[in-house]
């Protein structure tokens, strides 16, 4: 019960994650003429009593949520999907099935607009990094030194449901570019990591030619990134298949070429993020030294 909304769950929670029946009270549960007490089993005039025996009865101080409820029920918690910490009100106790940042009330449509965030709007989680929505952005901690920027940040990314083909990767930033980045792949869980491709403003960082010849379809080379970038939303893209810059053997006869349909397994990837556009000179702010991603793109079968 939150004030006057009332829901009611039958053995947890329905298919759709929803409460079993939701209504709106004409008032308060609290009955104020007798003391605040509260009648459990029956209405304030004694009609429509509970018929049978009552197992158990629990008391919260505050409105459960959906969450709550089944954590309540099944003694288990359901897999979170934005941040743990991030409990829904009681006046929307359902998380939104579509745009998880967000809660609803029970009873009202997927698609309503009465909705409140599960998150200070401040709050740039790494979810944000992979929810198909570009309003949102994943924000990394303050460097205070260029060091520590130098050194960078390593993202890792599950491909759900095992090993998948992968034909490109956008990351797209919120923030200034690195000036250096590193991908790895893992084609399954206990094999070792594979470099896959580097970008660099100057590709000696990595020891390594600028845009290098690709000798084989599974070569690796070190694409380089231009002098000048964007402040924020640039964008760099990780593509096996085409042709530009650099032609990879068999790009365009891939069903022929078996080193390159190997080539483009992936189980897991790693992201490495070194440096960066902008930030690296001693007179710049510390604050400006972070990263943010807006999404990072994933297109495979």
Sequence with gaps: VHHTRISFFINGLEDDNTAFDSRSLVGLIAVPYIDGEWLVGQNVNGSEQFVGRMQDFR???VALTNRDIFEVWSGKFPQLHTQSKCRCPGSHPRVHPLVQRYCIPNGADDTTNDRVLRLNPEAHPLTYINDNDI??????????TTEQINNGVTIMIDLENGQYQVFYIILQFFSPQPEAIRIQRKKQKDV???????????CSVFGMDNNGLLENPDSVNCLQLPSIAP??????????LTPEPNRRPGYNDFYNTPALQEFVKAWQM????????????????FRHRYYGVDEITVSGR
């Excluded at 402040?231 to 096996?240: A, K, L, M």
């Design 231 to 240: 402040y924020s939303r640039g964008n760099i893209t990780f593509s096996i």
């Design 135 to 144: 309003g949102t952005s994943w924000i990394s901690s303050i460097f205070s």
């Design 59 to 61: 008391l919260y101080q």
């Design 192 to 202: 070792a990591w594979e470099d896959w491709q580097y970008f660099a403003r100057n």
């Design 270 to 285: 790693k992201i490495h993020l070194l440096g960066q556009y902008h930030t690296s000179m001693p007179w710049v702010d």
